[in-house]
Structures are given as C-alpha cells and as structure tokens.
C-alpha cells in the first residue's frame, strides 16, 4: 500500500490579465498525490458482493441555495424564450427509442442514476450500486455493490462515464471516511473481464455532488464543497488522466478555488466534458456555472454565464492556474424556487410533498465537441417560469423550465460566445427538468428530462414524473427545440420515500460507434415494487445522411524525433448510408499548403479505415508542430465533421530538468538542519550523466553541487543536496530548484518556484476502528457533536470559543465513542504566548479519565497564571493510553495510534453577551437588519421571512458569529407594501418570531 501523500499549500496571487476587470489569477491551492493505487482483477467468475441500500439516506447537499431577494431579479414576467420555443411551428415528428430498459430499482429517491455506453457494454450505476449490460439491454452483471470495485467502500452518489479517446470506462463515488473521492479506470474497454485500477484522493473537507469529465490532459472534477468559502477553499480538481490510465501509482492532484464566483450555498459548477473522436490540446480547459441578478450582492440585468480557465502543469504542478476568463450576457432568467428548499415541484395527488427541480446545478454533462471550423459546448439549468406579476417573489404556477446553450469558439484559445439559447418545457403545462444533453457528430443535440404536471398548476392533466426525450438538427432555426417531445417512459407513482429529493442528476450519453445515438439514464417512480426505477432510453435524432466522410484522428506522428521523412497516418470514417470511393484527403503542417492525395476506398456505412499518405512531412524545420488533416468529398452533407487536428512535439537530444521538490514539504516538524531533496527528470533522448543542480533559499544565495548519476531518457532521479537549510521559524519559505546543464536544449523546464510552509502540527491517528477520540465537544458557548473520524485531526479553528477572563473555573464537557479500563485518556492545551507550540506549562488538562463511552463527560479547568486576552489556539487529545501511553497524548505533535487531535479557537476577555429576543431594526430603502443575541442557540439557525398570508419569501440559515449573536441584513425594496413576518429557530422548533412593515 502507498502512504498517504502530504499535501502542499501553495498561496495565491493576482495579476492584471486583458480584460476589461480586475481578474484574478490563482495558483493551485492544493498539490497531492492519490492515497493508494489497487488493482482489481477481472469481475468474471468472481462471487461478488450485493448490494446493500445506503443507511440513512444521506443528504449532504444543503437545504437552502443562493440568496434569494423576494421581487429582484429580470425577467418579472414569463420567462422571454419560452416564448420564442412556444411559437416554433410545425415540430418535426419525433422517433420512439429504439430502446428501453430498466438498469435498477431502489426503495428511496433519489438514486442518483449515472451511466455511460461504451462499444458493447452499457455501464450503470446508483447509490451504492452499479451494472453491466450488453448493447441489447440484457443484464451481464446484475446491480451489485460498488465494494465489488471499492473492496469496503460503499458510500455512493457514482459518477460513470466512457473515455472513448482511451476506450476505457471509468466510475468514482465520493467518501466521507476520509473526505474525498475514489476513482477506477477499467483496464480495458470490457467493464467485466478487463479488471480495474482503482485510486483514493482526499480532499480535506466533504466533496458533495462531484462531477467528472474529460479533458485532454486530465480529469476535471467539480464539488458542492467549501460552501461561502468557494472563492478561497477548492472546489476543482484535476487528476492525472495519462497515469491513470497506465495504472501508475503517483497519479497528482491539484485542487482550485473560483476566484469571483458570486454563489452560496448549494452549487455546482461543471467543467467541459470532451465528445467525439478528437481530445481538444491540453490546457485551456474551462469551468462554467451562471449568476443569476435576483441573488444578492448581483446587480439587475447581470444574468451571466461565467467562465473559469484552468492550465494544469504537470511538470510542475505549483505552476498550475486558475482565472477569471469570461462573463457571457444572457437572456434573463429566474433560477431559484421556494428561497433554495428541495421541495418545488408538486405531485399529483400529493398534500404538499413537492419534489427537488434540483436547482443551483449546471446539469451533467457540459459536453464539448470539436468540428473543423469552430468548437461547441451544450448545457443546460433548470429555472422557474411563473407568471409573476404582483411584484411578491413568489410562485404562481409552479411550473420548471429548462434552460439550454449552445457555445461556441470560432478556434481554439479564442473567445466563448452564445451561438444560441432556449427555454424549454413539456407540452400541455407540464414541468421539464433534470435534463441531460449532447451533441452528434452531424451537429443535431439531443436532450433527454423529466416531465409532470398538475391540473392545479396549470396542466391539461395530472401526470407522474416521466422521462421524455426532444431535440433539434443543426440546420433548425436558432433557439428552438424542433423535435415533438417523445416518450422514454410513464410514470405511474409519486415519490414516496427519503421527502423531498428527486434523482439528484440524469445523464445521457454518446454512443462511441457511430458518435449519433444516445443513451439516457434517468429516475422515475413506479407503483409496484420498489419505487424509484432507472430508466436507460436509447433514441436518435439525426436523419440518415447519404454522403458523409471524414478524418476522425491522425495515429502518426507522435511526440518523438522527428525527420525529414514522417509518415502522415489518419483514421477516416463512412458517416453516411454509401459505400465512397476514390475520397480526396489532404494535410497541412501549421497552416502550410496542403498536401492532396486520393483514398481510393471502398469504406462501407459506418466503418473507419486507416490511410497512411505517400507524401512524407519534413518535421526538421521546428521542434512544435500542428497537423491538420481532412476529407474533401464533392458530395459531403456535413463538411463539418470532416477535418481532426492534433498538436506534436519533438523530443531533444539534450533536455532535462527539475520536476519536483520532494523534501520539505509543508507541514510540521521541520528542522534547522533540514534537507533538501529535488526529482530530476530525463525529457531527451541522449542519457544524462553529472548533472549541475541548485537550490536558492528565499533569494539569498545559490546552492550549487553535482548529481553524479546517470538518467536514462524518459526515467527520473532523485537528488539530495549536502548543503542543509535551516528552516526552523514558523513562517512561509520559496524554494527555487534547478539543473543547469551547459547543453541542454530547452530552458524552459530548468527550474521550478514554489513555497513551502513551516507549520504547527497536525498529528494524524486511527479514529475509526473502535471508535476512540473525541466525538462531542462542549465548551461555553459552542457546542461540536457529532464529530466524525477521517484522518484522527480536525481544524475546528474556525468555531471561537469564548472566555471571559484569566479568573474563574470553566467546564469542558466530551463524549468518547471508546472506554475500557480507564486507559482512554484526555488532555488540553491553550498557546498562550501563540508560539505555534503547546509547551507543558500551557496544558491546563492532563491525561484525564474518560470513563464511559458514548456518554458526557465534564471536566473543569483554570486558565492559570499564563493567560493572555486575546485569541489563542485551543488543542484537545484523546486517545487509548494503553497503545499510545500517556506521554504520548502530552505530546501535542505525536501521531497517535488510536485516537484524536483536534484544535479551535479561544477569545479571552468580556465576551458573554446577553441574550436578546429575535429585534428587526428599520433602516432607510427599505432595508432591516435582523439580529438575536442567545449563546446557547444552535451555531446554525433557519430563517424565514413570511407575507401576512404565510407564503414564505425568503428562506436562509443565519451562521452564529464569534460573540454569540445571529446577524441578517434584509433588503426588502423590491418587495409589496404591508407587514410581513420573521421567524428564527433550529431543528428542535424552538424558534423566535418578530413582525415588521414594509412602507
């Protein structure tokens, strides 16, 4: 098993870019490596584990989305392209699914169904579960456990997709044991008999909702995650996707914040997810997600779609960046029903059991396509279209809309524009949402949703939640999904378990055979059985189409040395209905003149063919090279789908390099003598032997000495300096590490900078085997249970404890969920001179007994004579002194074997407030500001904003700040005259309540 890697914080930075705002550009905050690698051999023939329901039905995402303020935001009216699609004539008759097939059933919703076709499988997965099918819908591995791929690790919400650039499948669930997520790349393109590499990587605190997609030069993961800190804390991911596939153990992570993003709570962005036969260059990759200008803190009219780029740096991934790129203006939309709560959508026949539209999401996928003349994305949200028109905020008619893009880039590092937008809904006043949505290689999308009604609301009928299926062909007009709404599946039930949730996410993918038929997986309710069903519907939207070749790949050159003589190879494939032959094809070499030749065929519908040109190409002249190469048939229908483009790179006789700094990383314990470790690597192709390296300190003088050694081409060495260096004070240090070879040939991946660290500790231990450590924790005014195990250390620093004063007894109250024998043990330490060192003069509790488990505990202390106002660090360790001994829990630094080590924040001096009663303070514009004042309150609290009627309009949780008191500032100026309601209380009810007027 790999140890567990240690991460390195690298702080952010920003620059002025040209745009016409201050834009940010962050380093990566995050660099790590995966936990562990392990293999995991063929599923065939083996007794596989069942599945087991998920306990609980867990929900992570938060009840409550962005801050909603009642009245504000455009449109006020129907939303301005429903309109636009409702007045589209003459829809073109749809085509029933070619297939329909039920992958799985679960008693609770939402079953999170994901699934991918791959060239004869159709992989599918829920929860805790996933299965295999053949293309004809028939079960070869019938819904079994994920720990069938996850050997223990049950935990859920699968992600599941096909890379059909590597022709692997790939599957990932979140864990919360530590928090992170896992991820298996089959070894093969058969999900049962191929076997899977399987990797862990942690993320610190919880990744909710991850979405993955691919790039060329990784994954890319997003997560509801860090909500209110998503600025400052990650919530992007990139895994290395050529390692992985590989099967090599030191797969790197880097994790981003969003720099600018005007979200909060629930969210979920998404990255560009690769389609078609071509992987876009590397780099440049984009982050979406949309602002909406009823949130707060967003101006009227700014409606946006915004737009993150990531560079990722594997060479050396501190380089690796984040900004700011683009703000799209776009047609308004309202994106948030009922103040955020899971509950919008009402069910027939139901008593106020309204179900999740599943808002704050750009739904999976965002999926991105190359043709030869520009590049697309397709996305889509879910938004409300009432017809509000009294200026109240709230909900007329109840009723979910989709709201759909197309992007487009006129080539590549160029900008994104709109090319076009939509609002779609189901006919006859039904509700659409959780779509998914792709485009063919013919450039016609398709959109596979969910559909339900209430004659209450507006619809001719009531009707069940349904999976339906709509779309367009390239040359429709703009803005307008032309294809009648056709039929996956009829519901015939209501959600009858787990409240409120709904699905959670849809998914529809691209078959890889023919790059035009998708395959949409979706939740719907029966009334028989377990209610909540997976649904697969596989349908087409283009027509047949004639005359239609092109370049799918160019398969030669690839990166190596290049000569005079290079052969041009390329894959071209029959889109069309004819046998072609005699095809003109062409290549060029970075836009030179073209070399035309003849592929004299036959290729039959559907078949891809390999063509090699007798003319070669001179790659001598220049070490980076673009290739383009396309088919130039007369008769093409599609003259878009004809051209593949690839990038190469020529490798150097003499090139190497510094990759990483191995030694020190950020953390504790390091040293006044420490040393200094670098990686070097080998990009040429001659070996390397006595190799210059250096390292500079903080900008004060060059380390110079010699790696003797010899590195092959390709291979990587490691190198550690005689020379030490004292980093002993606790403060940030950078690092500049480097080779200087006389003749190396490429300078520019020489020398890495980087930042490093000196921290106080953070000693890890094992929390989770009988459960030892601190589980509840209970000082004055703050109140942390349950306290669940990852890694046996937490950082609660941002939970302020309040002390009054150096004089007086104070009452520490714990729960252990283990206790034998009186060897599960306490301490307690507060660094009063904030030294970053918990000294034994600072430790105020030492080795006491904790004697029950699972049951308070108190214990009573003093601050002593060394207490200083002010905020200090407060440390508490528990652990079974019987493995560690005590003098192991008094070392506040010691890793220990079974226990936990938790640190927060104390604020010595007058901090007791008093309690007040819930007061609404009138300010001028109609704006209020709310604050109650009660130290033993919950730290999180719900609160609601009621018109006299008792229609909620707004719906938030206040946070409890560092003195006790709940602060909301209301702004009320786009809201009716008259009184309205406020009300303040927690999950026990006990709420406090105030009236106030609106003049």
Not at 73 to 101: C, E, M, T, W, Y
Not at 487 to 505: F, L, P, S
């Amino acid at each position: 098993m790999m140890p567990n890697k240690v991460l390195v914080i690298v702080f952010l930075f920003s620059v002025f870019i040209g745009f016409s705002q201050r834009k940010e550009i962050n380093k990566a905050t995050l660099i790590t490596e995966a936990a562990y690698m392990r293999e995991v051999t063929s599923l065939l023939g083996k007794k596989l584990i069942p599945e087991k329901p998920r306990e609980g039905g867990k929900e992570y995402r938060r009840t409550d989305g962005n801050k909603h303020i009642p009245g504000k935001g455009l449109p006020l009216g129907i939303d301005p392209l429903l309109v636009q699609q409702k007045s589209a004539q003459n829809l073109r008759a749809g085509k029933a699914p070619s297939q329909v097939f039920e992958v799985n059933s679960r008693v609770e919703s939402p079953s999170d169904p994901t699934g991918a076709i791959g060239p004869n499988h159709y992989l599918s997965a829920k929860n805790s579960a996933f299965a295999i099918h053949d293309r004809n819908g028939v079960p070869i591995v019938s819904s079994t456990s994920l720990a069938n791929i996850f050997p223990g690790e049950t935990e859920g919400d699968p992600i599941v997709f096909y890379d059909n650039f590597a022709d692997r499948f790939v599957i990932t669930e979140f864990s919360s044991t530590p928090n992170g997520f896992l991820v298996a790349v089959s070894q093969g393109p058969d999900p049962v008999n191929d076997g899977w590499f399987t990797y862990r990587f942690n993320t610190g605190t919880f990744p909710d909702y991850t979405k993955f997609s691919i790039w060329s030069d990784g994954y890319y993961i997003t997560a509801n995650k860090d909500q209110f800190s998503q600025e400052t804390s990650e919530v992007v991911y990139v895994i290395e996707r050529e390692k992985m596939l590989a099967g090599e153990e030191d797969v790197k992570m880097v994790g981003f914040p969003l720099p600018g993003a005007k979200i909060d709570n629930f969210y979920s962005p998404a990255s560009f997810n690769a389609t078609g036969k071509v992987l876009p260059p590397p780099g440049d990759a984009k982050i979406i997600y949309y602002q909406d200008d009823g949130w707060a803190g967003v101006p009227i009219g700014g409606d946006i779609l915004k737009l993150w780029t990531i560079n990722v740096d594997w060479i050396t991934p501190s380089n690796s960046t984040i900004v700011e790129a683009e703000e799209l203006a776009v047609t308004p939309f309202d994106s948030t029903f009922d103040g955020g709560d899971f509950g919008n959508l009402p069910q027939p026949g139901t008593d106020g059991q309204d179900i999740d539209a599943i808002q704050g999401a750009v739904m999976y996928a965002t999926n991105y396509r190359r043709f030869c003349s520009y590049n697309t994305v397709v996305l889509n949200f879910v938004i409300d279209i009432d017809d509000r028109t009294d200026g109240s905020g709230g909900d007329i008619d109840n009723v979910a809309a989709i709201r759909w893009y197309e992007l487009r880039q006129n080539g590549d590092g160029e900008p994104w524009t709109i090319f076009q937008e939509g609002t779609y809904t189901s006919p006859d006043g039904k509700s659409a949402w959780c779509a998914s949505m792709a485009m063919d290689v013919f450039g016609n999308i398709g959109m596979g949703y969910t559909t339900m009604g209430t004659i209450a609301d507006g619809a001719t009928a009531d009707s069940f939640a349904s999976i339906r299926y709509t779309g367009r062909l390239a040359t429709d007009p703009l803005g307008t999904m032309t294809i009648a709404e056709e039929t996956i599946i009829i519901g015939t039930d209501v959600q009858r378990n787990n409240g409120k949730r709904y699905g959670d996410y849809a998914h529809l993918s691209i078959d890889p055979v023919d790059d035009a038929t998708f395959w949409h997986i979706a939740e719907y309710f029966e009334d028989t059985g377990d209610n909540a069903r997976d649904v697969v519907g596989v349908f087409k939207i283009a027509n047949d189409v004639t005359n239609d070749v092109g370049v799918v790949s160019i398969d030669n050159p690839l990166s190596k040395i290049f000569t005079a003589t290079e052969e041009i190879e390329v894959t071209i494939q029959n889109f069309g209905t004819s046998t072609q032959t005699n095809i003109p094809v062409s290549y060029s070499i970075n836009g030179g003149t073209a070399v035309n030749e003849v592929f004299a065929g036959p290729i039959s519908a559907g078949e891809t063919m390999s063509f090699i040109f007798s003319t070669p190409a001179d790659l001598t002249l220049d070490n980076n090279f673009v290739i383009t190469a396309e088919t130039n048939l007369a008769s093409d229908s599609v003259p878009e789908n004809d051209c593949a483009t690839i990038e190469v790179s020529g490798l150097l006789q003499n090139d190497v390099g510094a990759v990483r700094l191995v030694s020190p990383v950020t953390g504790s314990g390091i040293s006044s003598n420490e040393p200094i470790t670098i990686t070097i690597q080998n990009f040429g192709i001659a070996p390397q032997s006595n190799i210059p390296v250096f390292y500079i300190l903080d900008n004060e003088g060059t380390i110079n000495e010699v790696f003797t050694g010899t590195i092959e081409p390709g291979e990587s060495a490691e190198y550690t300096f005689n020379t030490t260096a004292n980093l002993l004070e606790f403060k940030t240090y950078t690092f500049e590490i480097g080779t200087a070879l006389t003749s190396d040939e490429n300078a520019e991946n020489d020398r890495i900078i980087l930042d490093i660290e000196h921290q106080s500790c953070f000693p890890t231990s094992n929390c989770r085997l009988q459960g030892d450590g601190i589980t509840s924790f209970e000082l004055t005014n703050i109140s942390n249970t349950p306290i669940l195990c990852n890694s046996g250390y937490e950082n609660f620093t941002n939970l302020v404890i309040n002390l009054d004063g150096p004089i007086g007894l104070y009452r520490v109250t714990v729960q252990s969920g283990f206790a034998r024998d009186a060897i599960e043990q306490m301490s307690l330490w507060i660094d009063f001179n904030d030294d970053g060192i918990f000294g034994d003069t600072e430790r105020l509790l030492s080795n006491e007994v904790i004697r029950e488990a699972n049951k308070d505990q108190s214990f009573v202390f003093s601050l002593g004579s060394n207490a200083t106002t002010g905020t200090h660090l407060l440390r508490v360790r528990a652990g079974d002194t019987q493995e560690n001994t005590q003098e192991d829990l008094n070392d506040p630094c010691l890793s220990m074997q079974f226990g936990t080590t938790h640190d927060y924040t104390v604020n010595i001096g007058d901090n007791q407030p008093p309690i007040l009663d819930l007061i609404v303070v009138n300010r001028p514009n109609r704006q209020f500001l709310i604050t109650m004042s009660d130290p033993g309150a919950e730290e999180r609290l719900k609160l609601n904003v009621f018109t006299i009627t008792g229609q909620i309009i707004v719906s938030n949780f206040v946070e409890k700040n560092a003195n006790g008191r709940f602060v909301y500032e209301l702004d009320m100026s786009y809201a009716s005259t008259g009184i309205y309601f406020v009300r303040l209380g927690d999950k026990n009810e006990k709420n406090r309540s105030a009236k106030f007027i609106v003049q």
